[in-house]
């Protein structure tokens, strides 16, 4: 049986874990929660399930940092995951509503034109005309549906949302309630209701959170990955798994191109070897791991697809050309930069040279 | 071992530790306590009785002949030791330390006790066996296994020294010197013991580091015990309690084993002392609390209810990790998520105040201690002044007593080396009532303090007399002038007359005039301003006079054949001694520097920089007319070498280009030769030229360039205004020359 979608949700991909580690979870769960607290973390962390399960890592980092994160949703309070570009906030995001909630798909994308009826609620006004306001004329947002049943919503780039649109939150963060004024009425949150908001700290100036807001959420950041190891195992699961979802055909293990990838975005990241040794210009980029991770995915596909069948420098260099490139004046100086002091000289990467040269 | 000593093993500055021996001594009762720590100090334990003594203090053993070989042996509330020293003295138990002697552990060659490494706790270490990243957590739940049970306590000791015993058997094999360090001091241990047996009945508990417990448990002969420790070299050293800080318990010291976080052990001892142990909650939001209000101080806004939800944070975090109480971790993971919003700078400025701890020991009046210390703890008293961890910024009025009397104290410090406060700004030449000083007081301050003793018993004899032994030690007029200035703001009149006797001599034998120079301006100085002190009026102005004197003679001489640096710094002293002589006002003296300066002029051995800026000075103070100035500068600049030329040049407008833009027969003098060049002259002056003016900033050059452009115009005569248009000014004359000091 094929899946016509694209991709998944967590909780499909990942049913049989969280169905194994809820059938041995004898722990004191919250209300409505679907696993205890030690579970959430061991389902994002990777583990073992009671009954032997092997659970796979779905978060690589800072153990602390995941378990304050699953803490704070367990003491009612709103949480903000903030980063940099592709530190792997939403993604921490959806694992935590999957396994908490049992469902990640309660969202709401947060842009600047989100105004206040795609949080709180609309009117349908057909019915708001013929038979004037009543619970049944409200057109619900997730948020009170999650609100009426005790699940998480979630809300994506929640600084890209107008701050007066920000701030309707305040009221339901704080007293877990929707006043609907027009019906002299509310919306209770039941118990297991909560907040994941995920924000991007680089353009933090784009609708900076209001004090009162900020004070609402507890705030975890999440860090670039520290070292070049954990970064390529972060890069080599998730290309696997896309590619594996998207029915890509299979092709070799590409381990060595991957870890090439990742030194090169770590390189011109941090604007210095890894040695430490020779300082070069930074990319205008952020060079995520997200991104990394999509140039090891298209990479892929064109090797499968129009390559012999394995990731080489001929498959790579347009991807990598075309990701560390976003800005084409400052962006291609840096590149060149890299590409005569470091690339040209790297034992083995010659090759890699010559490819990327001939795409420049 | 007989039955009637009890080992106990314990983690030094460890609150839990703390709590589980109090418990255990309950339930032993011993007739008399031995404690880790050098026999030496065993005449001041009773100190710590005294209600005045407030830790962080340690013991400081130092040398008798050398102060500077000292150790310190730090105690803080929560430190078992201390708390077993606490419960002997309450109940008037005798204690005895029994560690080796202080005059054994410093008589060891200095370079082996620095290589020593610093073990990692091994208590830690079995914390982390024991599945707990934070040894306190460990013991949070030995204490909560025990519960309130005495007996439990004993057991708990015993199962602790068990589990070292093994560990000290699997341990690498350490290296030589510790090793040897190590039998010695575990030999002491149990000769110490061996003595309490006899001369104590009933049970003994012996309060050490739970490493040493397994050795102590040993048997061995005593004959070989003695031989280990025979014929050690040995030290004669004092002792006596010094006030401790926080931050320098957080980093390792004596024992070698360290603190973390002052601040969470005193959180957590508070927590176990309590009587009634407190709620794990209000355990948790207390320590919150004390994170928001140190956020509040550096400026953020953290507010109560972001405390509350920190406390629930913590507690909710440590169930998730399986602890029944928050441990440092979890606090502070719940402090950044909630009042600090994940930002790293705000933990950071207040890690100091919140987990360090901004503590500092203070020392009851009755402690024995050194004079100077005694004589400083006075000092202290009477200028209000206390010791803290902090940095602090004190600012002086040395016109009210209480300012004075802080700044000679300050001051008195810095000449015996204990540089308590530093002075960060004095108001100079401007009006000298000011100055800013920022104090910190760190323990290692105490041995510099003994130090000095070899200079006297109170620190004023202690800092005059070093003044002068450094006066005696060095012949440089740089050195001795500022030993003078330094005894004078300190208050010291009779040992800056030392000196100032002490300079005369130096200065006649002095062949630099440069530090000549140097020497007469830092004088007037205090002279003219005074330094809202006593001063030795009549000797100071003797010693300028007769310095003044020095220079003038000896500049020529002293000026030939200067090398270009030597020269520069010349320029820069002689501008500034010419300034200083004006103020010192003693025309005989000013008019023969001048007549000096014209024969540095003319000299052409004189180094040109040096001509320059003579020229340069006889042109500001109209001692040469305009025309003779003008013909000077022209043999100067013409003829010959274009380098000597640009150097003569440089000297000559190195006071700046103010004057250049105000003066305008000077810009024009420069203009007229200028122009008068030839044009291969003129392009080969040319690197000289910019040479000169690059020392000027961008806006200076564009004003100077203006001014160029302006042309030549009539000098206004001033002086040939009428004199007598305004009575009044005429009548206020006088005072005004004599105010501005033109008239002498």
């Given at each position: 049986m094929t899946d016509e979608r694209l991709r998944r949700g967590a909780e499909e991909i990942y049913a049989g874990e969280l169905e194994a580690l809820a059938k041995a979870d004898t722990r004191s769960r919250p209300e409505n929660w679907r696993l205890s607290p030690q579970a959430v973390v061991t389902y994002l962390l990777g583990g073992k399930a009671a009954d032997g399960t092997p659970i796979s890592a779905k978060y690589v980092g800072n153990r602390r940092l995941i378990e304050t994160a699953v803490a704070t949703l367990a003491t009612d309070r709103a949480l903000l995951l903030l980063g940099l570009p592709g530190t792997a906030k939403s993604w921490v995001s959806e694992?935590?509503?999957?396994?908490?909630?049992?469902?990640?798909?309660?969202?709401?994308?947060?842009?600047?034109?989100?105004?206040?009826?795609?949080?709180?609620?609309?009117?349908?006004?057909?019915?708001?005309?013929?038979?004037?306001?009543?619970?049944?004329?409200?057109?619900?947002?997730?948020?009170?549906?999650?609100?009426?049943?005790?699940?998480?919503?979630?809300?994506?780039?929640?600084?890209?949302?107008?701050?007066d649109v920000q701030d309707t939150l305040i009221t339901v963060l704080s007293e877990k309630t929707l006043p609907?004024?027009?019906?002299?009425?509310?919306?209770?949150?039941?118990?297991?209701?909560?907040?994941?908001?995920?924000?991007?700290?680089?353009?933090?100036?784009?609708?900076?959170?209001?004090?009162?807001?900020?004070?609402?959420?507890?705030?975890?950041?999440?860090?670039?990955?520290?070292?070049?190891?954990?970064?390529?195992?972060?890069?080599?699961?998730?290309?696997?798994?896309?590619?594996?979802?998207?029915?890509?055909?299979?092709?070799?293990?590409?381990?060595?191109?991957?870890?090439?990838?990742?030194?090169?975005?770590?390189?011109?990241?941090?604007?210095?070897?890894?040695?430490?040794?020779?300082?070069?210009?930074?990319?205008?980029?952020?060079?995520?791991?997200?991104?990394?991770?999509?140039?090891?995915?298209?990479?892929?596909?064109?090797?499968?697809?129009?390559?012999?069948?394995?990731?080489?420098?001929?498959?790579?260099?347009?991807?990598?050309?075309?990701?560390?490139?976003?800005?084409?004046?400052?962006?291609?100086?840096?590149?060149?930069?890299?590409?005569?002091?470091v690339v040209r000289t790297r034992d083995g990467w010659s090759d890699l040279y010559s490819a990327m040269r001939e795409v420049l | 071992m007989e039955d009637r000593v009890h080992l106990l093993g314990i983690r030094h500055h460890g609150p839990g530790s703390a709590v589980l021996l109090r418990r255990a001594l309950d339930a032993i009762d011993p007739a008399c306590v031995l404690i880790e720590g050098p026999p030496e100090a065993d005449d001041l334990v009773r100190y710590a009785a005294g209600s005045a003594m407030k830790p962080p203090v340690a013991l400081l053993l130092h040398a008798n002949d050398d102060p500077n070989r000292a150790i310190f042996i730090p105690f803080a509330d929560f430190s078992p030791e201390w708390q077993a020293m606490r419960w002997a003295l309450d109940r008037g138990r005798p204690i005895r330390f029994i560690d080796w002697p202080a005059g054994v552990s410093l008589a060891e060659p200095r370079e082996d006790?620095?290589?020593?490494?610093?073990?990692?706790?091994?208590?830690?270490?079995?914390?982390?066996?024991?599945?707990?990243?934070?040894?306190?957590?460990?013991?949070?739940?030995?204490?909560?296994?025990?519960?309130?049970?005495?007996?439990?306590?004993?057991?708990?000791?015993?199962?602790?020294?068990?589990?070292?015993?093994?560990?000290?058997?699997?341990?690498?094999?350490?290296?030589?010197?510790?090793?040897?360090?190590?039998?010695?001091?575990?030999?002491?241990?149990?000769?110490?013991?061996?003595?309490?047996?006899?001369?104590?009945?009933?049970?003994?508990?012996?309060?050490?580091?739970?490493?040493?417990?397994?050795?102590?448990?040993?048997?061995?002969?005593?004959?070989?015990?003695?031989?280990?420790?025979?014929?050690?070299?040995?030290?004669?050293?004092?002792?006596?309690?010094?006030?401790?800080?926080?931050?320098?318990?957080?980093t390792r010291s004596g024992y070698g084993a360290g603190v973390l976080s002052p601040g969470w052990y005193r959180h957590l001892w508070s927590l176990y002392a309590a009587p009634q142990r407190p709620e794990v909650a209000a355990f948790a939001a207390s320590w919150q609390a004390k994170t928001a209000l140190a956020l509040r101080q550096e400026g953020y806004p953290a507010p109560t209810a972001s405390a509350i939800e920190a406390a629930r944070l913590a507690l909710s975090l440590a169930a998730l990790r399986g602890l029944a109480l928050p441990s440092l971790a979890e606090m502070r993971d719940a402090s950044m998520a909630t009042l600090c919003h994940g930002d790293a700078t705000a933990m950071t400025l207040i890690h100091h105040k919140v987990y360090v701890g901004e503590h500092v020991g203070e020392i009851g009046d009755d402690v024995p201690q050194m004079p100077l210390a005694r004589d400083l703890a006075l000092w202290q008293k009477r200028t209000r002044l206390k010791p803290e961890d902090a940095e602090t910024e004190v600012r002086l009025d040395l016109r009210s007593e209480a300012g004075l009397l802080k700044s000679t104290l300050l001051h008195r410090l810095a000449l015996i080396k204990v540089p308590w406060g530093k002075l960060i700004e004095a108001g100079e030449g401007r009006g000298t009532f000011r100055e800013v000083w920022m104090l910190r007081w760190?323990?290692?301050?105490?041995?510099?303090?003994?130090?000095?003793?070899?200079?006297?018993?109170?620190?004023?004899?202690?800092?005059?007399?070093?003044?002068?032994?450094?006066?005696?030690?060095?012949?440089?007029?740089?050195?001795?002038?500022?030993?003078?200035?330094?005894?004078?703001?300190?208050?010291?009149?009779?040992?800056?007359?030392?000196?100032?006797?002490?300079?005369?001599?130096?200065?006649?034998?002095?062949?630099?005039?440069?530090?000549?120079?140097?020497?007469?301006?830092?004088?007037?100085?205090?002279?003219?301003?005074?330094?809202?002190?006593?001063?030795?009026?009549?000797?100071?102005?003797?010693?300028?006079?007769?310095?003044?004197?020095?220079?003038?003679?000896?500049?020529?001489?002293?000026?030939?054949?200067?090398?270009?640096?030597?020269?520069?710094?010349?320029?820069?002293?002689?501008?500034?001694?010419?300034?200083?002589?004006?103020?010192?006002?003693?025309?005989?003296?000013?008019?023969?520097?001048?007549?000096?300066?014209?024969?540095?002029?003319?000299?052409?051995?004189?180094?040109?920089?040096?001509?320059?800026?003579?020229?340069?000075?006889?042109?500001?103070?109209?001692?040469?007319?305009?025309?003779?100035?003008?013909?000077?500068?022209?043999?100067?600049?013409?003829?010959?070498?274009?380098?000597?030329s640009g150097i003569f040049l440089e000297g000559f407008l190195s006071s700046g280009p103010e004057v250049m833009l105000q003066d305008q027969p000077l810009l024009h003098l420069i203009d007229d030769w200028l122009c008068s060049l030839r044009e291969e002259d003129f392009v080969e002056s040319l690197p000289l030229l910019r040479r000169s003016l690059s020392a000027f900033d961008a806006i200076s050059r564009r004003r100077l360039l203006e001014k160029v452009k302006e042309g030549k115009r009539e000098t206004v005569e001033t002086e040939q205004l009428p004199d007598n248009d305004n009575l009044a000014f005429q009548q206020a004359l006088p005072l005004l020359l004599q105010i501005l000091g033109m008239e002498p």
């Open positions: 694992h935590l509503a999957a396994a908490i909630s049992g469902s990640s798909q309660r969202l709401i994308q947060c842009t600047a034109g989100t105004d206040e009826n795609q949080i709180r609620y609309g009117w349908n006004y057909a019915l708001l005309l013929a038979k004037g306001p009543s619970i049944d004329a409200l057109v619900k947002t997730p948020l009170t549906r999650a609100m009426e049943e005790g699940t998480i919503v979630r809300l994506e780039e929640l600084t890209r949302m107008g701050s609907i004024p027009e019906l002299d009425t509310a919306i209770d949150a039941r118990r297991g209701f909560n907040v994941i908001a995920t924000a991007n700290n680089r353009d933090k100036g784009v609708n900076d959170l209001s004090s009162a807001l900020k004070r609402r959420f507890n705030v975890v950041v999440l860090p670039s990955p520290a070292t070049l190891e954990e970064e390529t195992g972060i890069v080599l699961k998730r290309v696997q798994e896309i590619g594996t979802s998207l029915s890509l055909p299979p092709i070799k293990p590409a381990d060595e191109e991957i870890v090439r990838i990742v030194t090169l975005f770590r390189e011109l990241r941090e604007g210095k070897t890894l040695n430490g040794k020779t300082k070069l210009k930074t990319s205008s980029g952020s060079l995520s791991t997200a991104e990394a991770i999509s140039v090891g995915v298209s990479a892929w596909a064109s090797a499968a697809h129009f390559g012999d069948g394995s990731v080489d420098a001929q498959s790579l260099a347009p991807n990598l050309v075309g990701a560390v490139i976003k800005d084409p004046v400052q962006d291609t100086v840096a590149l060149e930069e890299y590409l005569e002091s | 006790v620095r290589k020593i490494e610093y073990r990692a706790d091994p208590l830690d270490q079995l914390a982390q066996a024991a599945g707990y990243d934070d040894g306190e957590a460990f013991w949070d739940s030995l204490i909560e296994q025990a519960g309130g049970m005495q007996e439990a306590a004993i057991s708990t000791f015993a199962a602790i020294s068990n589990a070292m015993a093994m560990m000290r058997e699997a341990e690498q094999a350490a290296p030589e010197e510790e090793r040897l360090r190590e039998v010695r001091r575990e030999a002491f241990m149990r000769l110490n013991i061996r003595d309490a047996l006899k001369t104590c009945e009933g049970n003994i508990a012996v309060v050490c580091g739970a490493w040493h417990v397994s050795a102590l448990r040993t048997p061995v002969k005593l004959a070989e015990d003695k031989a280990v420790v025979k014929d050690l070299p040995r030290l004669k050293v004092q002792a006596t309690w010094v006030p401790w800080t926080d931050s320098r318990l957080s760190v323990p290692e301050l105490s041995v510099a303090l003994a130090e000095a003793l070899i200079y006297g018993v109170t620190i004023e004899q202690a800092a005059a007399a070093s003044t002068v032994a450094r006066a005696k030690e060095t012949t440089s007029v740089a050195t001795l002038t500022e030993l003078i200035r330094a005894a004078l703001v300190a208050d010291l009149s009779d040992a800056a007359t030392e000196c100032i006797a002490l300079l005369q001599a130096a200065a006649i034998q002095a062949s630099d005039i440069t530090d000549l120079l140097r020497a007469v301006v830092p004088l007037v100085q205090v002279l003219r301003y005074g330094s809202a002190r006593k001063l030795p009026e009549e000797a100071l102005r003797s010693l300028i006079h007769s310095l003044c004197v020095e220079v003038n003679a000896g500049s020529r001489v002293g000026s030939q054949g200067l090398d270009e640096e030597t020269s520069r710094a010349r320029v820069q002293a002689m501008l500034a001694y010419d300034h200083a002589l004006t103020l010192f006002g003693d025309s005989s003296l000013i008019d023969a520097w001048r007549m000096e300066l014209g024969r540095m002029v003319k000299d052409e051995q004189v180094a040109p920089a040096v001509a320059g800026v003579s020229l340069r000075l006889l042109h500001d103070t109209r001692s040469w007319a305009l025309s003779v100035v003008s013909d000077a500068f022209s043999q100067q600049m013409s003829g010959g070498d274009p380098k000597r």
